[in-house]
C-alpha cells in the first residue's frame, strides 16, 4: 500500500509541477496546493500506514500507529494554510494592480 | 622603524583636520617635516659597516600575521627613495597645487600611499607585504582618480586599480602558496628554503602568480598600458608614484625573491623576455609620444623593463647593476617628472608640438633638464649616472649561459634589443629637451606666457639633478655606503663590485658607441621615419584589447544575464526544476541508491484504491479544466480525498483538520478568484507544452524512485515509541498527536501560530494599505 | 542559563505581538522597537559570551530529552550568528524611520521586523530538522509580509515569484524530512547525525541529502537556484532589501554548513564535491549579474550572490581552514551586506534614481557617505586589511591546500570583478561633476549613512583586530568537524 501511495503523492506532485508551470496566477496556485499535498501525503506514508491502532491512547492496545509524523503534518497543514492564504491574496491584490492574470505579461523588466 | 611606516598613515588621517586652515597655511609645510623625519632615520643607516636590522610586532599571530619589518640594503635603497622623493615631492606640490584645491584629500592619499609604500618594502611577513600591496594600488587609484570631474582621470585610475589589483589577487595566490610550500610566512624564512620552493610540483604557478603580480604594478608588456594613462594624476604624483616609487614595487618583489629564483631556467626566460621587451617596445612607443608626461611615462615603462630584464639574468653583474639603476633611474626622471610639470605649469600645455625655444625663458628649468635628459638617454659624460648604469647593463646583457634553445635565441637576441631600445631611449631623450627648450618659441601657440618658476619649486629638481651629478662624480660613495649592500641583499651573498667611468674597449663600450652615433642619426631624421607608427603599432594596441575587454565584460555580462533572468516565472521554474532534477538523479544513479523492491509494505485494501484514484484522478482533471469554479472545486475533491485517506490510515486529527483547512481554503479560493478572469485554455506551443509535460512527470518519478528507495531503506526504529509510551504517563493526554503537538514538540506549534499570526496581519496589510495609499 | 538561551528566540516573538497592538502611535513603536532591538543585542552578546567562554547550552524544550523533545543549541555558531544577525537587525531598526514611509511603518513593518528576528535566531538554535523548517516558515512569513509592505504594482508581481520559489522549496523540505525519518526515524540533528554515522546502505541517503541540499540552495541563492532572488530584491525599501540581503540567504547556507558539517559527511566525496562546482558557478554567475546592469540597488543585489559562492566553496572544502575562512565570511557578509544596502538607499534617496547612468559626482554634496561607500566596496572585494580579506584569506589558503586551482583562480576573478563592480558605482556615480536635482535633504541621507557607518566599524574592526575574533573562529571550525561534542551535548551522552 505503501508503494501506492507514494505514487498517489508523487501524482500529485508531477500534477502539481504541471500547473506551477502554466502562465494563469489561478493555476500556479493551485499548483502550489497540489504539492504540499503530495508533501504531506509523502510524511504519512514515509513512517509506515496502518502499523497499529490510532494512537490514542486506550487500555490494552500495545501497537499504535507512529504518531510523530502525524503531528508534523499537522504542523505542516497549517503552516501551508497559512502561506496559501496568504498567497491567494497575494494573487487576487496582483491580478487587481497589475490588470492581468497572465504570469507572462508579469515579466517586468522595469523597476520602481 | 614601525613608527616610520606608520607616522604618515597616522598624519593622513590627522591630515582633514590640518586642511581646514589651508587658506592661511598651505596643507603641504604642515607635514613636510614627516616624510624629512623618516629620511634622517633611515639616513643614520646608510655607510659601508651597515648590518640589517629587524623588528616584529605581533598583529594577528594565530593566522601568523605578525607586522615584522626587515631592513637590509634593498630595502634602505627603497627606504630613502621612498622618504626622500616623498619628501621632495610634498615641497614641489606646495607650489604646483594651489590652496584652492581639496589639498586634504591630496595630502591624504599620499601619506597613505607612503606609509603603504614603505611597509611593502620592509615587511618580511607576506601577507603583510600583501596589505600594503594593495594599499599603494587603491592609493594610486585615488591620486590618480585626483581630479576626478575629468573623464580621463577617471578613465586612468579605473585602468589602474584593474590591472593592478588583478596583479594583487595573484600575487596573493602566489604568496599562499609559499606559504603552503614552506610552511612559513616570513620572506627570510621562505628565502633559507629556497630548495624546497625550486623542487616543490607547485613551482610554476607559484611563478606565474608572482610574476603576474609583478609586472602588472611595474607595468611590464604588455600589462603596461596603466600607466601612460595615470599620467592623469597630478604631476608630483606621477613624479613619486609613477616613476620614482610605486611602480618598482613589481622591481622590488622579483629582487627580494630573486636569492630563490635566480639562475632557475625559467624564471630567466621569462623575466628577461618580458623585461627587454618591454624596454624595447616601451623606448620605441616613447619616441612617438606628443605629450611631455606621455614620453615620460612610456620612458618609465622601459627603463622598468630594463631593470626587470636584469634581475631576469640574475648574474651578479647583472644583479649590481639593477639595484644601481633602480636609484640612478629615480634621481633622474623624477627631476624631469618635476621639470615637466613646471612646463605645464608655467607655459598651461604639455604638447610638445607647441613648446619650443624655452631655454631662454626659462633657463634654470632648461638646464636642470639636459641633466635630466642627458643622463637618461646614457651620454658618455663622467658627471652623468645614467651612463654608468647603462654601460653596466650593456655588460649583463652579453651572457653565455643558457638553457634550451629558446634559452639560446633569447641569448643571442637580448643584447641586440638592448641596444635598440637604447637608441630610441637616446632619440627622445633628445626629443624631450631639444624639442621643449630649443628650436621656434611659438608664443601664439601657448595658452600663457610662460617664465621661470619660483625658486623653491625649483629646488626639488634640483636637489635631484644634484643626485645626477654626485652618483656620477663620486659613484664608489654611493657604492660602498648603500648600493652593494643593496646588491648582496638581492645576489643572496656578497658581490664586490666597483663603479668606473672608462672600461676599456670592451664590447659593452662598442655597444654604448652604437646607442649614440645611431640615436643622434635617428634623431636627425626623426621627421622622415615617424611614419614607421602607422604600420606599427597602428592599430595594433593594448589599449584596445584593454577596452575591448572591459566592454565585452559588461555587454557580455549583461547578455548572459538577460538571457535568462527574463522576468518569466515559467523560465525560472524549469530551469529550477531541470537543475534539482539532473543533478539529484545522476547522485542517484552514481550513488546507486535506487532500492525498487517490495518488502515490508501494508496490505493493499480496495477502499483505499478507489480514495487512491479518485485523488489522482481530480489532481490530472485540474489539468484540464477550465472553468474557475470547477477547477476549484476540483482541487477541493483532492484535499477531502485526502482526509479520507487521513482517516483510513488511522490519523484522525489530521482527518478533521484537513477537512476544516480544506474547506476554508477552498471559500477563500472563491472569495479571491471570483473576480478573476476565468481559465482561458492553454495556448502555449505544443513544444512548450512537451517541456512541461517532461519536467513534471520526470519530477514526479524521481520523487517516486527516491521515496520508494528511502523507504525500502528503514534503517532504525522511529522514535515514535518513546511517545506512544509516554504520552499518557508524562504528557498526560491519551491522544498522542495532541501531546506531541502541545508538549514534546510545543515549540513548533507556537510559532506555527506565529505564522498564522504573520499571515493574517500581512494579508490585512495588503488589503487595507490599498485603501488608503491608493494603487501605484 | 540553559533555559535563558531560548530568550534570542522568544523575546522578539512576543516583541512582534507586543508592537503589534499600537501600530499606528509610531513614536511608541519605535522607540519600543529601538529599545528592545537594543536590549536583544545585548541579551545575544551576554549569551554568546557565555557560550565562548563557558561551553555550549542546550535546552531541551518542555524538559523532554533529545532526541523526543526539541533541542535548541546555542553552540558558538549558533550564538555568533544570533549575535551578528542582532546587531544587523538593530541597525536596521534604526535606519527604518528614515528609509520607509510612515504608511509602510504604520503597516506592521517592526511586527515583522521582529517575527522575522525570531525566525532567523530560531534557525541557528534549533537542533531539530523539522522544527527547523517551522522557524524557516516563521522567517519568511515575516520576509512575505515584509516584501508586499507598501504595495506597489511590480512589488507585488515580483514578491509573487518570490513566495512561490519560497514556497515550492518549503515543500520539497517538508518531503525531504519525509525521506530521512523514512531512512533514520528521527528528526533530532545530533541523533541524524549519529544514526546517519552507522548506516551501512549509503547511496539512497547521499541522494535524499542531495534533495535537502537543493532545498537549502533555494534560500541560500546558489548556482542554479537564484533566480528568485533579484528582482525581489531590489523592490522592496532599501531597510527591508538589507535585512534580507543580510539575515535570509545566510540562513541557507547556515543550514548548508550545519546538515553538511555535522550529519551528511558520509560520502563527502560526491556531494561537497558537488558544492565546490556549483561554488564556482555561484561566484560566477553572480558577478556577472553584477556587472550586468546600471541599476545600483541591483548592483549590490547581485553581488549577494557570489559571497555565497565563497561560503559555499568552504564547506565543499571541508577542511579546518576553510570551514574557519566560511564562518569568517558568513559573520563578515552579514554586516556588510547590511552596511551597503543601507548605503545604496542613502545613495538612492541623494541623488534621485537609482539609474547609474544619470548620477555622478554624488560624493561632492555627500562626501561621508562617497568614502564609506569606498570602503564598504573594499571590504566586499575582501582588500586587507578588513574583514573580508581575514575570510577570503583562509578560503584561498584552504582552496590551494586542497589543490582546487581552478576554484581558487575563479575565486580571485571574481573577487576582481566584484571590485569593478563596486567601482563603477564609485567612479560613475560617486566622482564626476556634481550632478543636478541632487537631494538637498541632508539631514534625512545623513540619518541614512551612520546606520551603516556603524557596521562598517565593526567590518572594519573585524579585520584589522582579526586576533580578538579569528581564535573564536577556529574553535567553531574545530567544532564543526569535530562533530563528537555537538552530538554528545545534546544526547547528553
Known sequence: MEIIMTVLASILFATGIYNLLQKQLLRIVIGTVLVSHGAHLFLLTMSQLKRGAPPLVVDGVTQYTDPLPQALILTAIVISFGVTSFLLVLAYRTYTLNKTDNMEELRGSEHE | ?776 | ?493
Open chain 3, 1 to 493: 542559563m540553559n533555559n535563558l538561551i531560548v530568550l534570542p528566540i522568544i523575546l522578539p516573538l512576543v516583541a512582534s505581538v507586543i508592537v503589534a497592538f499600537f501600530p499606528k502611535k509610531l513614536n511608541i513603536a519605535r522607540k519600543f522597537s529601538q529599545i528592545t532591538s537594543v536590549l536583544l543585542t545585548a541579551v545575544a552578546a551576554y549569551l554568546a559570551w557565555y557560550v565562548f567562554t563557558n561551553e555550549t547550552v542546550v535546552m531541551q524544550s518542555g524538559g523532554w530529552d533529545a532526541p523526543f523533545g526539541i533541542s535548541i543549541v546555542g553552540d558558538s555558531l549558533s550564538m555568533l550568528l544570533v549575535l551578528t544577525s542582532s546587531i544587523v537587525g538593530t541597525a536596521a531598526i534604526f535606519y527604518a524611520p528614515s528609509a520607509l514611509e510612515e504608511q509602510q511603518e504604520k503597516f506592521y513593518f517592526y511586527t515583522f521586523y521582529f517575527l522575522l528576528i525570531s525566525g532567523v535566531s530560531g534557525a541557528f538554535m534549533t537542533g531539530d530538522l523539522f522544527n527547523l523548517f517551522v522557524f524557516f516558515e516563521v522567517l519568511l512569513m515575516a520576509s512575505y509580509g515584509l516584501i508586499v509592505l507598501g504595495n506597489g504594482k511590480i512589488q507585488l508581481r515580483e514578491s509573487f515569484k518570490y513566495v512561490l520559489f519560497n514556497l515550492f522549496s518549503s515543500m520539497l523540505f517538508v518531503t525531504s524530512v519525509a525521506f530521512i525519518y523514512a531512512i533514520t526515524g528521527t528528526v533530532n540533528l545530533a541523533h541524524l547525525a549519529e544514526r546517519v554515522g552507522e548506516i551501512e546502505e549509503q547511496g539512497i541517503l547521499t541522494t535524499v541529502a542531495i534533495v535537502l541540499f537543493f532545498v537549502f540552495a533555494v534560500k541560500a541563492a546558489i548556482f542554479p537556484l537564484y533566480y528568485w532572488l533579484p528582482n525581489s530584491y531590489v523592490v522592496p525599501n532599501p531597510v527591508v532589501s538589507a535585512l534580507f540581503g543580510a539575515l535570509l540567504t545566510k540562513v541557507g547556507i547556515y543550514s548548508i554548513l550545519r546538515v553538511f558539517t555535522l550529519i551528511f559527511v558520509h560520502d563527502t566525496g560526491v556531494t561537497h564535491q558537488i558544492f565546490i562546482w556549483l561554488a564556482m558557478l555561484t561566484m560566477l554567475f553572480g558577478v556577472i549579474g553584477a556587472l550586468s546592469t546600471n541599476n545600483v540597488k541591483l548592483i549590490i543585489t547581485y553581488n549577494i550572490i557570489p559571497a555565497i559562492g565563497f561560503m559555499l566553496m568552504g564547506v565543499g572544502l571541508f577542511t579546518e581552514t576553510a570551514i574557519a575562512g566560511s564562518v569568517y565570511y558568513l559573520m563578515h557578509d552579514m554586516v556588510i551586506k547590511g552596511a551597503l544596502f543601507f548605503f545604496i538607499g542613502a545613495l538612492i534617496v541623494a541623488a534621485g534614481t537609482k539609474d547609474l547612468t544619470k548620477m555622478t559626482g554624488v560624493i561632492q554634496k555627500y562626501p561621508l557617505l562617497g568614502w564609506l561607500f569606498f570602503i564598504a566596496s573594499l571590504v566586499l572585494a575582501g582588500v586587507p586589511p578588513f574583514s573580508g580579506f581575514i575570510g577570503k584569506l583562509l578560503l584561498l589558503q584552504g582552496g590551494l591546500d586542497q589543490e582546487e586551482f581552478l576554484l581558487v583562480i575563479v575565486a580571485l576573478v571574481s573577487s576582481l570583478l566584484i571590485l569593478f563592480s563596486m567601482m563603477r558605482i564609485f567612479i560613475r556615480g560617486f566622482w564626476g561633476e556634481l550632478m543636478e536635482g541632487i537631494s538637498d535633504n541632508r539631514k534625512r541621507v545623513r540619518n541614512l549613512t551612520i546606520p551603516g557607518l556603524v557596521l562598517l566599524s565593526i567590518s572594519v574592526y573585524l579585520g584589522i583586530a582579526a586576533e580578538s575574533v579569528y581564535p573564536h573562529i577556529e574553535a567553531i571550525a574545530n567544532m564543526l568537524l569535530d562533530r563528537t561534542e555537538y552530538i554528545s551535548t545534546v544526547l547528553k551522552e
Open chain 2, 1 to 776: 622603524m614601525i613608527y616610520a611606516v606608520f607616522a604618515p598613515l597616522l598624519f593622513a588621517v590627522l591630515i582633514p583636520f590640518l586642511s581646514r586652515w589651508k587658506d592661511r597655511v598651505h596643507t603641504g609645510w604642515l607635514i613636510l617635516p614627516v616624510p624629512l623625519a623618516i629620511f634622517i632615520y633611515f639616513l643614520q643607516f646608510v655607510g659601508p659597516n651597515f648590518e640589517p636590522q629587524s623588528m616584529s610586532v605581533d598583529w594577528i599571530p594565530s593566522l601568523n600575521i605578525s607586522l615584522s619589518f626587515y631592513l637590509d640594503g634593498l630595502s634602505l635603497l627603497f627606504s630613502l627613495l621612498i622618504s626622500g622623493i616623498g619628501m621632495l615631492v610634498v615641497l614641489y606640490s606646495i607650489y604646483y597645487l594651489n590652496h584652492k584645491e581639496q589639498l586634504g584629500h591630496f595630502y591624504t592619499y599620499l601619506y597613505i600611499f607612503m606609509s603603504a609604500m614603505l611597509g611593502v618594502v620592509l615587511s618580511d611577513n607576506v601577507y603583510v607585504l600583501y596589505t600594503f600591496w594593495e594599499m599603494t594600488s587603491i592609493s594610486s587609484f585615488l591620486l590618480i582618480g585626483y581630479w576626478h570631474y575629468r573623464e580621463r582621470s577617471r578613465y586612468g585610475a579605473l585602468k589602474s586599480m584593474l590591472i593592478t589589483v588583478f596583479g594583487g589577487f595573484s600575487l596573493l595566490g602566489g604568496l599562499i602558496l609559499l606559504n603552503i610550500v614552506t610552511g612559513t610566512t616570513s620572506i627570510r624564512e621562505m628565502v633559507a628554503q629556497s630548495e624546497v620552493i625550486l623542487d616543490s610540483p607547485y613551482f610554476p604557478l607559484i611563478l606565474v602568480f608572482l610574476l603576474l603580480g609583478a609586472f602588472t604594478k611595474s607595468a611590464q608588456f604588455p600589462f603596461h598600458i596603466w600607466l601612460p594613462d595615470a599620467m592623469e594624476a597630478p604631476t608630483p604624483v606621477s613624479a613619486y608614484l609613477h616613476s620614482a616609487t610605486m611602480v618598482k614595487a613589481g622591481i622590488y618583489l622579483i629582487a627580494r625573491f630573486s636569492p630563490i629564483f635566480a639562475g632557475e631556467p625559467n624564471f630567466f626566460v621569462v623575466v628577461s623576455l618580458f623585461g627587454i621587451v618591454t624596454l624595447a617596445w616601451a623606448s620605441y612607443m616613447a619616441v612617438r609620444q606628443t605629450d611631455l608626461k606621455g614620453i615620460l611615462a612610456y620612458s618609465t615603462i622601459s627603463q622598468l623593463g630594463m631593470i626587470m630584464a636584469m634581475l631576469g639574468f640574475g648574474t651578479d653583474v647583472a644583479l649590481f647593476a639593477a639595484v644601481f639603476h633602480i636609484l640612478n633611474h629615480a634621481t633622474f626622471k623624477g627631476s624631469l617628472f618635476m621639470i615637466a610639470g613646471i612646463v605645464d605649469h608655467e607655459t598651461g600645455t604639455r604638447d610638445i608640438r607647441k613648446l619650443g625655444g624655452l631655454f631662454t625663458l626659462m633657463p634654470i628649468s632648461g638646464t636642470l633638464a639636459i641633466f635630466g635628459t642627458f643622463s637618461m638617454a646614457g651620454v658618455p659624460l663622467p658627471f652623468l649616472n645614467g651612463f654608468y648604469s647603462k654601460e653596466m647593463f650593456f655588460e649583463a646583457t652579453l651572457l653565455n649561459q643558457a638553457a634550451g634553445p629558446f634559452g639560446q635565441f633569447l641569448v643571442a637576441a637580448i643584447p641586440v634589443l638592448a641596444v635598440v631600445g637604447s637608441i630610441f631611449t637616446f632619440v627622445y631623450s633628445m626629443y624631450l629637451f631639444f624639442g621643449t627648450f630649443r628650436g621656434k618659441y611659438r608664443e601664439e601657440e601657448l595658452p600663457q606666457k610662460p617664465h621661470e618658476a619660483p625658486k623653491m619649486m625649483l629646488l626639488p629638481p634640483f636637489l635631484l639633478v644634484l643626485g645626477v651629478i654626485l652618483i656620477g662624480l663620486i659613484p664608489e660613495v654611493f657604492n660602498q655606503s648603500l648600493i652593494t649592500h643593496a646588491a648582496d641583499a638581492v645576489f643572496g651573498e656578497e658581490i664586490n663590485k666597483s663603479i668606473y667611468f672608462w672600461h676599456g674597449l670592451v664590447p659593452a663600450f662598442y655597444m654604448s658607441l652604437a646607442v649614440v652615433v645611431l640615436g643622434v642619426a635617428l634623431y636627425l631624421t626623426k621627421h622622415k621615419w615617424e611614419g614607421v607608427y602607422s604600420i606599427l603599432p597602428g592599430k595594433l594596441s593594448f589599449n584596445r584589447i584593454y577596452d575591448w575587454l572591459v566592454e565585452k565584460i559588461e555587454s557580455t555580462s549583461n547578455r548572459i544575464t538577460t538571457s535568462y533572468m527574463t522576468g518569466s516565472l515559467r523560465l525560472y521554474m524549469v530551469l529550477l526544476l531541470t537543475a534539482i532534477f539532473v543533478i539529484t538523479s545522476g547522485v542517484l544513479v552514481q550513488t546507486g541508491g535506487i532500492n525498487l523492491e517490495v518488502t515490508d509494505v501494508a496490505p493493499i485494501t480496495v477502499t483505499e484504491v478507489i480514495v487512491a484514484l479518485f485523488i489522482a484522478f481530480a489532481a490530472i482533471a485540474t489539468i484540464f479544466t477550465h472553468n474557475r469554479i470547477a477547477v476549484i472545486l476540483t482541487v477541493g475533491v483532492v484535499g477531502y480525498g485526502l482526509s479520507i485517506l487521513f482517516v483510513l490510515y488511522r490519523a484522525p486529527d489530521l482527518a478533521l483538520t484537513q477537512l476544516i483547512v480544506e474547506t476554508v481554503t477552498v471559500a477563500l479560493f472563491m472569495l479571491c478568484f471570483y473576480h478573476l478572469p476565468n481559465l482561458s485554455k492553454t495556448k502555449a506551443p505544443l513544444f512548450q507544452k512537451g517541456i512541461n509535460v517532461a519536467i513534471s512527470v520526470g519530477f514526479g518519478l524521481l520523487m517516486m524512485v527516491v521515496g520508494i528507495s528511502a523507504y525500502n531503506s528503514r534503517a532504525f526504529d522511529p522514535i515514535s515509541d518513546f511517545f506512544i509510551e509516554n504520552s499518557y504517563p508524562l504528557g498526560g493526554g491519551d491522544n498522542m498527536v495532541n501531546v506531541i503537538l502541545v508538549d514534546f514538540r510545543g515549540i513548533d506549534t507556537l510559532f506555527e501560530v506565529a505564522v498564522l499570526f504573520g499571515a493574517a496581519l500581512a494579508v490585512y496589510a495588503m488589503i487595507k494599505l490599498r485603501r488608503n495609499k491608493g494603487a501605484k
